[in-house]
């Protein structure tokens, strides 16, 4: 099998936006993995087509750093809300998912229509019993 070619990785970082976690971030043109830990270690993929809000978040200590934080929602059952914290090149990263997520969504035909729920369209006065 063919290994898909890397767009983007980088670490979580602390302090003075040094990359001394463990929490690595790898996106590619079909998902993004998030991999925590180091003895007990958890990796978790989410395809890109799912991903349907992506925001910026950068605090004043990010802001002085050169970090932010991308929270990203989406229609995965097991990861509906995420983020990606403290990355270098925030904003140039957001543009980038934004821009793959969109044409995954475009190559698979999805729409964000398809995970939105109608509740408030639904009106049960013309069910008659």
Not at 44 to 71: A, C, P, S, W
Not at 78 to 96: H, Q, R, Y
Not at 100 to 118: F, H, I, L, T
Request: charged share 35%.
């Amino acid at each position: 099998m063919q290994e898909k070619k890397v767009l983007w990785n980088d670490r979580k970082r602390i302090i003075f936006g040094l990359p001394w976690t463990f929490t690595k971030y790898k996106l590619t043109e079909e998902k993004l993995t998030i991999q925590t830990g180091f003895l007990n270690i958890r990796q978790e993929e989410i395809r890109l087509y799912r991903i349907m809000d992506v925001t910026l978040n950068r605090t004043l200590g990010q802001r002085i750093f050169k970090l932010g934080t991308i929270h990203c929602c989406s229609a995965d059952k097991s990861t509906p809300e995420f983020d990606i914290k403290n990355i270098k090149n925030s904003e140039a990263v957001k543009e980038l998912l934004s821009d793959k997520v969109e044409q995954e969504r475009q190559r698979k035909r999805v729409s964000s229509k398809e995970y939105m729920v109608a509740d408030d369209d639904y009106d049960d006065d013309d069910v008659h019993y």
